[in-house]
């Protein structure tokens, strides 16, 4: 429906209901249980949020505590008011279309403006933690038996038996020499406690699992860790951090590393994982035109995904209208039969189907080059696989524009074809002067919809055969018939290919305008075919 | 072949011999104005159902394997179906992690949408024009094409929120649903539009709320386009892939639905798996095949009002 025609329901409705300013008088017992389950509801919705917020704080995660705040907020404000009654129906709809659609529509532009990727997901900070926060066993110490004690507090400690059997005592502020009559032992020699410190039990130990291994016991260079429950060894950091200068320092080679692009580089170029996600401006979106081996298999895939969508348009359309003319003709008998089968394909579920075509269209094994007697590569020659994939969702799609067009047929009066006839028409002449144009009045709106749908049509494209062939000389994973969606899905999720989040989410945006533009277009396309008909 | 032509001389001796030699027979008369529909009804048929009769040969066929297929299986197994529930593949959690997200989230997105509907419909308040238009302007910018952000978000909603997060099947309804307001809200509305006002108005003089007049007067009223709006989300979400895998595929296999299922399933080894895969793939479309079937009718109502199916 067009804004016009909004506008005309609205002026044409009788005058604003009562019931729209909330009469609510309703009866006790539907009351008590109306509140009960309001009681319920808001209580759920306000705890989530409580809930969620010590660990979205602890996490820094600001969008989640707005996102979520903001539609708490929304909640509360519509249903524990009297008034906004529309908002009580409105909010629950808008809610999620905010969490799961909107925002990520605005997220993928933010992402598309940073470098994020599968080595450049964390924040600096984090990769910073992660760096500094790696040891290695220091060169020329010894391993150490180990027993974990703790205070009647819970405070840990080691006691600690070197190589050569010295007993010595570890806690936080470091390690200490013990003397015998410090340390009780039982029968069979070993260590129950020392001093205040008790064995803690297997139980003990395993609850506290990550205390225990997050423990160190300060020395001279580096620090006493557990290595298993019995064992603990010296360790010490592979980086020091220069927080003035921002420099990153390997303690063993003495290189000295670079934050740079969001990554810590080495003079001669070497990095160190993890990276972090940086700003990089508009660089994605330059890349893939101005990159040589980018932008070659980018245009390509552009150009590809207008011709598949226009093709696949014109194709079903054709099929399907030819079709619905052949068969909707008075005194034919089956129609019913005919129709009901024909529309098998649109029904099959289409990740299925084209699971099937790929069997089929299979080059050593498929059933198609075994009743040929051929060895065609359908789905490998470059060619053959654009055809393919046209052929297969010509199969999936004509019987959509089969049934939308026998419907529009239907609906033109047959009196406008007789007068014609009695004008001297030819039945062509009649079909191209008065059915077609009008089939236009109410197809035109369902073929740009069409256009919309399968300019994203990532099923066929995919599941059919990955987007391949690939093309060759392609640094980014694109093949020639992969279509800007399924180009997108292989950046992100296809293994190999870096995980390059922000590439693809510049592509996605790229896509967001492009439908953006076929959608604008069709809705004024609606309006000029409404004014015509 | 019983058509009764309306020709000048009648012959009923020809007319039923209807032989091809007999020059201005009938039958040729028949064949020009109805015969050779019928010739392309059937090659239509037969290119539509090709790739079905295939894959239901193939899921019966005793040779599991791809190379091996021939239409007519030499003997029917049920192997192949053994096969696919035998473990190898954990097949029955797909099947019911699809119907149960599939089910839930369209559900409660037919739900969504007749709430807001109903507000549209029935309610005249500031914003509801702009409320209208940005139902239709969300559509510009589909959810999918978002499926990196989705997963990142659903990453960190793990953190927060682990029973929703990343690789839960809570976790991608609950993405599902965002899609729930749209086309389908305007379809919705066009028809509430059309049960008369006067109901609402005696019911309020009645006493009956808002709310006893959506549920027990609106909602039962309109439950074929309830219906409609259901089987086309429920249709739409079986085939989603890219979401279920951005949310599902990083997960356990148990975690799949069926479309990321079958695919790795099968991609993993063409050649082998292609029998089973055939049973799998025929026990996941017959619901959705018999489903639309029975509703056509209401079903092609919706689409040519707008909706597209995936």
């Given amino acids: 429906m067009t804004e016009r025609e909004a506008r005309q329901v609205q002026d044409s409705d009788a005058p604003p209901p009562e019931n729209g300013r909330g009469t609510d008088a309703p009866r006790r017992s539907s009351l008590t249980w109306a509140l009960v389950g309001k009681i319920l509801f808001l209580g759920a919705v306000n705890a989530l949020f409580f809930v969620g917020l010590p660990s979205m704080l602890a996490l820094e995660w600001w969008a989640g505590i707005a996102v979520l705040g903001l539609a708490t907020a929304l909640v509360n404000w519509a249903y524990l008011t009297k008034k906004n009654l529309p908002a009580k129906y409105l909010i629950p709809g808008t809610i999620f279309a905010l969490t799961f659609q909107i925002v990520p529509v605005i997220y993928s532009g933010y992402i598309s403006l940073t470098n994020s990727s599968i080595s450049h997901r964390l924040s600096e900070e984090q990769a910073l933690d992660n760096l500094t926060g790696r040891a290695s066993n220091v060169p020329g110490t010894t391993r150490f038996d180990m027993s974990i004690l703790a205070d009647p507090e819970g405070t840990l400690a080691l006691f600690l038996v070197d190589d050569e059997g010295t007993e010595t005592f570890g806690t936080q502020e470091g390690q200490v020499a013990l003397s015998a009559d410090e340390v009780t032992r039982d029968e069979d020699g070993d260590v129950v406690a020392v001093g205040d410190y008790t064995l803690l039990g297997i139980a003990a130990i395993s609850e506290r699992q990550n205390e225990i291994l997050d423990f160190d016991v300060p020395v001279e260079r580096g620090a006493i860790m557990a290595v298993t429950i019995t064992t603990a060894a010296v360790y010490e950091a592979l980086y020091t951090y220069d927080e003035d200068t921002g420099m990153l320092t390997e303690n063993a080679t003495g290189v000295v590393y670079e934050p740079k692009d969001g990554i810590f580089t080495a003079a001669d170029g070497r990095t160190l994982d993890p990276g972090w996600q940086v700003f990089i401006g508009f660089d994605n979106y330059t890349r893939a035109f101005t990159n040589d081996s980018i932008r070659g298999p980018f245009l390509r895939v552009l150009v590809w995904n207008y011709v598949f969508a226009i093709l696949s348009v014109i194709l079903t359309f054709a099929v399907g209208l030819g079709l619905a003319v052949t068969l909707n003709r008075a005194g034919m008998r089956g129609q019913k039969i005919y129709r009901a089968f024909l529309v098998v394909p649109y029904a099959l579920p289409s990740f299925m189907t084209a699971l099937i075509w790929a069997g089929m269209l299979n080059q050593q094994f498929g059933v198609i080059n075994e009743l040929l ?27 959509y524009m089969f049934l939308v067009s026998t419907g529009a047929l239907q609906s033109i009066p047959s009196e406008l074809k007789e007068a014609s006839y009695v004008d001297g028409a030819t039945p062509r002449q009649a079909f191209n002067a008065i059915t077609f144009p009008l089939l236009m009045v109410s197809l035109a709106p369902l073929l740009i919809a069409s256009f919309a749908f399968n300019f994203n049509n990532f099923n066929v494209i995919y599941l059919l055969n990955q987007g391949g062939p690939p093309i060759e000389g392609a640094t980014t994973p694109a093949g020639h018939t992969d279509i800007l969606i399924s180009y997108t899905y292989r950046l992100a999720f296809e293994s190999g290919s870096g995980a390059q989040w922000g590439f693809a989410s510049a592509i996605a945006v790229l896509i967001f305008m492009m439908v953006a533009a076929v959608s604008a277009l069709s809705f004024r396309r609606t309006r000029a075919l409404e004014d015509l008909a | ?74 003997s029917l197994t049920f192997d192949n179906y053994r096969q696919l529930f035998g473990g190898e593949v954990p ?60 997963f990142l978000i659903m990453v960190q909603v793990k953190d927060v929120f682990p029973s929703v997060g990343l690789g839960t099947r809570a976790g991608l309804t609950l993405v599902y649903l965002g899609g ?64 279920a895998d951005a949310v599902l595929g990083q997960g356990s296999p148990e975690g799949y639905t069926l479309s990321v299922g079958l695919f790795r399933f099968l991609n993993d080894q063409f050649n082998q798996r292609w029998g089973p895969f055939a049973a799998g793939s025929l026990l996941a479309g017959i619901p959705v095949v018999v489903l639309f079937l029975f509703l056509q009718k209401y079903i092609v109502s919706g689409l040519t009002q707008g909706a597209v199916k995936g």
């Fill in chain 1, 373 to 399: 007697g051929a060895d065609i590569p359908w789905l490998r020659d470059p060619t053959l696989a654009k055809a393919s994939v046209l052929m297969v969702n010509l199969w999936l799609g004509f019987p």
């Fill in chain 2, 1 to 74: 072949m019983n058509v009764k032509p309306a020709s000048d001389t009648p012959n009923p001796a020809r007319e039923k011999s209807g032989s091809m030699a007999a020059g201005r027979s009938p039958f040729r008369r028949w064949f020009r104005t109805l015969g050779w529909r019928h010739i392309v009804a059937w090659l239509a048929m037969s290119f539509a159902f090709f790739p079905v009769l295939w894959i239901v040969s193939a899921s019966f066929n005793p040779l599991q394997t791809l190379t091996s297929q021939t239409l007519i299986p030499d």
């Fill in chain 2, 91 to 150: 097949y029955t959690s797909w099947y019911w992690n699809t119907l149960l997200i599939a089910g839930g989230a369209s559900a409660v997105m037919t739900m969504l949408s007749a709430l807001a509907a109903y507000a549209f419909s029935r309610m005249r308040f500031s914003g509801r024009r702009v409320g209208l238009l940005s139902v239709l302007l969300i559509q510009m910018f589909p959810q999918v094409l978002a499926f990196v952000a989705i």
């Fill in chain 2, 180 to 243: 729930a307001l749209g086309v389908n809200t305007w379809l919705m509305k066009g028809f509430f539009d059309t049960i008369p006002r006067s109901l609402d108005e005696s019911a309020t003089v009645d006493g009956a709320s808002h709310h006893q007049i959506f549920f027990k007067i609106i909602l039962p009223l309109t439950a074929p386009i309830l219906a409609v709006v259901f089987l086309l989300s429920f249709i739409f979400l079986i085939n989603d892939f890219v979401l």
